[in-house]
């Protein structure tokens, strides 16, 4: 049976890599939880117009067997019919709740149909059917109308319901920062809480981590992808204090030369390394990175370029 989270995790993995992203739908923003701290979004509409794209794309349709049973099921198939992402969070430590939205272009009648025949649960709320996982029931997603669809938690879905008739704003901090990066990157992600609050706590007698100790400082941060001829990945995190910032810096720094040190013979590895910059302005550290999608695409798949190295020895 394909569960809806099997689902919302197969559309969530084929969006990680898109083509050009304009600014966050406006509508997909309306739905989210107006106290959101914590977001990300992609788009995959050019995604199928371009090389890298269609590499991935590819790789989804050879590798995914749950993706392949979903078409056949419902006719739906995320890598044509999802053109955009937006997942959200309340940022709480420990919570369990969260929204995803997608818009694109949905059969719901059809979904709707085949995920009955294979036992999901079904809640009609303000006049919208939730399909809910059948085992715990504490997960659903409901098509909102013919190109937006709600994925989370039982609680979020039903929000994201009520907001269609009653719109609710974020706040203007997190607004800006969404406009922000949105605008100028192809996936984004930001948190306006400090991302140590996000990580689950270490465990006892772990080993001392400087790069996890001077990012206790961090209190916001925001990240982003780029595609294109090269893959840009550019990075900030603002710290507490100047001071902590350049810390924060100077161990990421380390850290790089570090692991320029151990890479060795690997080509692609040394690339990267080599093409990141660390920079701080004020309590700010911003970092960047670069590589041709070709060698990024190497990366992904270290096996292929196992094998070349092989045949070029013999």
């Known amino acids: 049976m394909i569960g809806m989270k099997a689902q919302i995790l197969t559309a969530t993995l084929l969006t990680a890599f898109s083509g050009a992203l304009s600014a966050a739908d406006p ?3 309306n739905l989210v939880m107006p106290d959101a701290k914590v977001l990300a979004g992609v788009n995959v509409e050019q995604a199928k117009g371009t090389q890298f794209g269609q590499y991935v794309l590819n790789q989804m349709q050879t590798q995914d067997a749950q993706l392949q049973q979903l078409v056949a099921l419902t006719g739906f198939d995320p890598r044509r019919d999802v053109r955009e992402l937006l997942v959200a969070s309340d940022g709480v430590p420990g919570s369990q709740t969260g929204l995803a939205l997608a818009k694109g272009n949905f059969d719901a009648a059809k979904i709707t149909a085949a995920a009955t025949l294979q036992g999901v649960v079904t809640e009609v709320y303000n006049g919208v059917t939730i399909l809910k996982d059948p085992k715990k029931q504490e997960a659903g997603m409901a098509f909102l109308d013919a190109t ?3 994925a989370g938690d039982i609680a979020s879905v039903k929000g994201a319901i009520d ?7 974020l706040s203007a901090t997190v607004a800006v920062k969404v406009n922000q990066w949105s605008n100028s990157q192809d996936a984004w992600g930001i948190t306006t809480v400090p991302p140590a609050s996000l990580a689950p706590p270490a465990k006892a007698g772990a080993a001392n981590n400087p790069m996890l100790n001077a990012g206790q400082n961090v209190q916001s941060a925001a990240g982003g992808v780029k595609f294109g001829a090269q893959v840009v990945f550019t990075g900030e995190a603002q710290c507490d204090t100047a001071q902590n910032a350049t810390t924060l810096g100077d161990v990421v720094k380390l850290l790089i030369n570090l692991a320029q040190m151990q890479a060795g013979q690997d080509p692609t590895a040394a690339a990267l390394i080599k093409s ?4 701080t302005s004020g309590n700010v550290v911003n970092i960047a ?4 999608q070709d060698v990024f695409q190497q990366m992904l798949h270290p096996q292929k370029k196992i094998g070349m190295g092989v045949q070029r020895k013999r």
């Open 148 to 150: 937006t669809v709600a």
């Open 289 to 292: 990175a670069s590589l041709p």
């Open 163 to 169: 907001r269609l008739s009653t719109k609710q704003s």
């Open 27 to 29: 509508q997909l923003l």
């Open 276 to 279: 990141v910059s660390v920079t």
